[in-house]
């Protein structure tokens, strides 16, 4: 599948069908994430595969009720937990290198689950990342050691439905030129102009 289409074609999905996720198409998502860029090729990601009915029930219940995705963790045939090793992104020789400190992995594992999320599109397959949890309880559960945390999850299946785009903003209200509030386009996505000096 063509980059552009796959990056326009993908949405999050939270209904699947009944459908196996088989080891073969984990191993190609596991391989996307694994050719993520990351702060200076450190790639702190840790990947857990949750297919223990159990275990999935557990994690959706550190998510709210109001979690649109919360019955997806448990219907999914995979719950793909993304962690981060911490102390490894964004330092240097041991210490944190930018005023960002300590937050640099949760960057890295974003990278990496977008990757997914994309191969999972290519290969047919559905997913949603997701954020809103405890994630510290959903660590107990998964046995993390101290300086592993969980970062999202990802229920992962053959999609039921895939619905519309979410309206995005359009570039004239986030994309600026040199400097902050100078418009670099205006208009909508139809009728788009770039703004002359
Ligand atoms: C960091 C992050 C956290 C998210 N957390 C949740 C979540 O907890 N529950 C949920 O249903 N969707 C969650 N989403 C999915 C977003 O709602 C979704 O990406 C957005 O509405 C745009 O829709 P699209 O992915 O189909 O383009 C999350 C997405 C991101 C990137």
Same mark, same amino acid.
């Given at each position: 599948?063509?980059?552009?289409?796959?990056?326009?074609?993908?949405?999050?999905?939270?209904?699947?069908?009944?459908?196996?996720?088989? *080891?073969?198409?984990?191993?190609?998502?596991?391989?996307?994430?694994?050719?993520?860029?990351?702060?200076?090729?450190?790639?702190?990601?840790?990947?857990?595969?949750?297919?223990?009915?159990?275990?999935?029930?557990?994690?959706?219940?550190?998510?709210?009720?109001? *979690?649109?995705?919360?019955?997806?963790?448990?219907?999914?045939?995979?719950?793909?937990?993304?962690?981060?090793?911490?102390?490894?992104?964004?330092?240097? /020789?041991?210490?944190?290198?930018?005023?960002?400190?300590? *937050?640099?992995?949760?960057?890295?594992?974003?990278?990496?689950?977008? *990757?997914?999320?994309?191969?999972?599109?290519?290969?047919?397959?559905?997913?949603?990342?997701?954020?809103?949890?405890?994630?510290?309880?959903?660590?107990?559960?998964?046995?993390?050691?101290?300086?592993?945390?969980?970062?999202?999850?990802?229920?992962?299946?053959?999609?039921?439905?895939?619905?519309?785009?979410?309206?995005? /903003?359009?570039?004239?209200?986030?994309?600026?030129?040199?400097?902050?509030?100078?418009?670099?386009?205006?208009?909508?996505?139809?009728?788009?102009?770039?703004?002359?000096?």
């Amino acid at each position: 599948m063509e980059t552009l289409q796959c990056i326009a074609e993908r949405r999050s999905i939270r209904r699947f069908t009944d459908a196996e996720v088989s *080891n073969e198409q984990l191993k190609q998502l596991m391989e996307a994430a694994r050719l993520a860029p990351s702060w200076a090729n450190t790639q702190c990601w840790e990947f857990i595969v949750v297919r223990d009915p159990a275990i999935k029930e557990k994690l959706a219940a550190t998510m709210p009720e109001g *979690n649109p995705a919360r019955k997806a963790a448990i219907n999914a045939p995979v719950l793909l937990v993304a962690c981060g090793r911490l102390e490894k992104s964004g330092f240097y /020789k041991g210490q944190p290198a930018t005023s960002k400190g300590d *937050n640099w992995y949760l960057y890295d594992v974003g990278l990496a689950t977008q *990757n997914i999320s994309l191969a999972a599109h290519a290969l047919g397959l559905g997913s949603v990342i997701l954020g809103l949890f405890d994630a510290d309880r959903a660590g107990e559960i998964l046995d993390l050691p101290e300086k592993v945390k969980v970062v999202t999850m990802m229920p992962i299946g053959v999609p039921a439905k895939t619905g519309k785009m979410p309206p995005r /903003k359009p570039l004239c209200e986030f994309v600026f030129k040199d400097r902050y509030e100078k418009a670099w386009v205006s208009g909508d996505e139809k009728n788009l102009c770039f703004v002359e000096e």
